[in-house]
């Protein structure tokens, strides 16, 4: 193809080359459409046609003999049998030896779960090209590929990645990066555009397309551009409805789709997941105040929200499983591998984006930045509040987040300790311990099974584990101990005036403008 179309726009009649030998290069390749518009009508150089033509993916995964036949007949008018028709077979092996080749998709096992490896393979690698062009002219035009590769072109349509969950897997770290990133123009070195997308919530219950208007009008606002969408909720609204697929489908089906599910140890998900019920509330839900061991007894065999139970599955396998029976195109993108030891969002970026070589992965791996430590403040003083609350020492008129500030203002800087340094605790017993690592370890090694071979795989799990346990990161207060035995909080909670606990230079509580997500570390 690349020799065919060569010939064709240098002999400065592609229109009427087209026209006369009756080429349907479209059937082959989708071609046409991109020579007619850039080689025949616009006159662009040649070298860019071989760059269109050499991006092209074949769509139709069910080619059928004679269509291959019939292109080769078609060739065979034009130029010797013999010489294009070994041309091809090369191309066409290296193509399907080169399968892990993709410039958009490279399945390699320790950083991507692919759930579509029946997917042809686009096969415009320098290798093929070379093949094509024996004379090996075309080092410019790998080079322009590379360079280009998010574009979209091997699908003939812009690329819309959608990154949906779970949640507690880094995203509002994420999210502020791109948001950022959108603004200070690094994005646009990846050709990509973030979007955000507020008030869809009728999208999560419904299954009437027009009810989901809101995000066809957040799409409207992108369309015809690589596009980025980051939501951590929104996968896991999708259940078994086929109509909820169906909609999300015909949405987006001006891009090529491509999902992403972030992953995050289980061991450091789950109590991440549990602190963040506490947040963002100055109510006293009962439910809220179930101490870590209980919430981990309760959600090994009952379901965490719209999750299965942890026991059962990780939160991404669920999703994963979820989507794979409706989108080809899923990346799982492992938030544990610090490829480039560069921070979470280089590897976000360098994860989903193409190599684009000074697209917003390069830019990130030569600034790299530490993770963001949004740690949120310790649930042990939520727990201790409301069990002085259901002991009766305190009035039912107080919000709750007045009494937290209270005790870690005396925990802090009167007795000057940590939040996880109370006398009576709450924590995993060994068994549940080595249950909760086995768990960790086993949905780590079936989502990544090279990976988890690595040192930075098992051995490293093994070791993070260990070390939540001496920093107690199951344990919490066991706060009814406390207010038993504990004459100093006894004391505290009942000299407390409803007006007057709070000092007025006690406004500088360093949790309080963190993000909802503390998503990196727990």
């Known amino acids: 193809l690349i020799v065919l ?29 991109h020579v007619r518009t850039y080689c025949c009508n616009k006159k662009k150089k040649c070298e860019e046609i071989i ?30 049998m013999k010489n294009v028709a070994m041309s091809v077979l090369q191309t066409n092996e290296i193509a399907t030896s080169s399968s892990d080749k993709s410039f958009y998709y490279t399945p390699q096992p320790q950083e991507v779960l692919h759930v579509s490896p029946q997917m042809s393979p686009f096969f415009a690698d320098k290798d093929a090209i070379e093949m ?64 955000e997308c507020n008030e869809i919530l009728r999208v ?95 959600t090994k065999t009952q379901r965490i929200e719209k999750f299965p139970p942890f026991g059962k599955k990780h939160p991404t396998q669920f999703l994963l499983e979820k989507f794979a029976s409706h989108f080809d195109d899923i990346k799982v993108f492992n938030m544990n591998e610090d490829k480039y030891a560069t921070g979470l969002v280089a590897n976000f970026y360098c994860s989903v984006f193409p190599d684009d070589n000074d ?81 960790s370890l086993e949905f780590e090694q079936q989502l990544f099974p090279e990976w988890f071979k690595s040192k930075g795989g098992e051995v490293e799990h093994r070791a993070k584990f260990e070390a939540a346990i001496r920093s107690q990161k199951f344990c919490t207060v066991n706060a009814k101990e406390v207010i038993q035995k504990d004459e100093g909080w006894r004391s505290f909670f009942s000299e407390i005036k409803i007006f007057g606990f709070i000092n007025d230079d006690d406004d500088d509580d360093d949790d309080e403008d963190d993000d909802d997500d503390d998503d990196d570390e727990i």
């Open 204 to 298: 999560y219950y419904s299954t009437n397309i027009t009810d989901w208007h809101r995000f066809s009008s957040c799409l409207d606002l992108v369309r015809g551009k690589n596009a980025i969408y980051s939501n951590e909720v929104f996968g896991k609204f999708f259940g078994s409805k086929q109509a909820h697929y169906d909609n999300l489908k015909e949405l987006t089906k001006d891009w090529h789709v491509k999902i992403v599910f972030s992953y995050r140890r289980l061991f450091e998900w789950l109590p991440s997941f549990y602190y963040q019920r506490f947040q963002g509330t100055s109510t006293w839900n009962k439910r809220d105040f179930t101490t870590f061991p209980q919430f981990f007894r309760k």
């Open 359 to 439: 697209g917003a992965c390069e830019y990130w791996r030569k600034h790299g930045r530490d993770k963001s430590k949004n740690v949120g403040q310790s649930v042990n003083y939520d727990l201790l509040a409301y069990a002085a609350k259901e002991a009766g020492l305190l009035d039912d008129e107080v919000e709750r987040t007045a009494i937290t500030s209270a005790i870690k203002n005396r925990q802090e800087n009167i007795l000057n300790i940590t939040a996880n340094d109370f006398a009576y605790q709450d924590c995993l017993s060994t068994e549940e311990e080595t249950l909760f690592l086995n768990k």
């Open 132 to 195: 094509s062009n024996p004379n090996g002219s075309e080092e410019k035009a790998v080079e322009i590929i590379n360079a280009n590769a998010s574009i979209g072109v091997e699908y003939n349509r812009p690329i819309l990645i959608l990154h949906i969950g779970p949640p507690k897997t880094g995203s509002t770290t994420i999210q502020s990066f791109l948001r950022k990133d959108q603004r200070n123009g690094i994005l646009a070195k990846s050709n990509f555009t973030f979007f």
């Open 5 to 33: 179309v060569k010939r064709i726009c240098e002999s400065g009649e592609g229109k009427l080359a087209f026209e006369t030998y009756h080429i349907d290069l479209s059937r082959a390749a989708v071609a046409l459409p």
């Open 51 to 80: 760059i269109i033509i050499s991006m092209l993916r074949i769509r139709n995964r069910r080619l059928q003999l004679s269509s291959v036949i019939s292109l080769l007949f078609v060739v065979a008018v034009l130029i010797s």
